[in-house]
């Protein structure tokens, strides 16, 4: 990751182009990164202030419809997670500075229990 290297992310993500809707980029990501196509929802957005600059960031999920192979140019590593795995590197690895403020704003507006996360860097 160029602008934190070292930092894991909490999930696949990138920015949105012109015109381009929240769901929209989330969609491309992930078929970018993960190379997987998928119906994104998007969940919330916010004033990110924890990067190197302010920024709006929105937040979307997905089920995928099955397991990708990333692209090695977009990730250098990744591995699925549980929701209580993810809880505990959090506190323990390196993440980039939005990624507990991401985590926590998804649990606190989800309506059902979250299955498992993968994780992306």
Not at 19 to 32: D, I, K, N, T
Not at 59 to 88: F, N, Q, Y
């Amino acid at each position: 990751m160029s602008r934190f290297p070292g930092h894991y992310e909490l999930g696949v993500g990138g920015a949105a182009g012109v015109g381009e809707s929240y769901e929209q980029a989330a969609a491309r990501e992930l078929s970018e990164e993960l190379g997987v196509r998928a119906a994104v929802r998007f969940r919330f957005k916010f004033l990110n202030r924890a990067g190197l600059s302010p920024h709006w960031l929105g937040v979307c999920d997905a089920v995928l419809p099955e397991i990708g192979a990333c692209d090695p140019g977009e990730v250098a590593w990744h591995t699925w997670l549980t929701e209580p795995e993810l809880r505990r590197v959090l506190q323990q690895w390196t993440f980039t500075p939005d990624s507990q403020e991401i985590f926590g704003r998804y649990l606190a507006g989800r309506a059902a229990p979250a299955l498992s996360w993968e994780r992306c860097s």
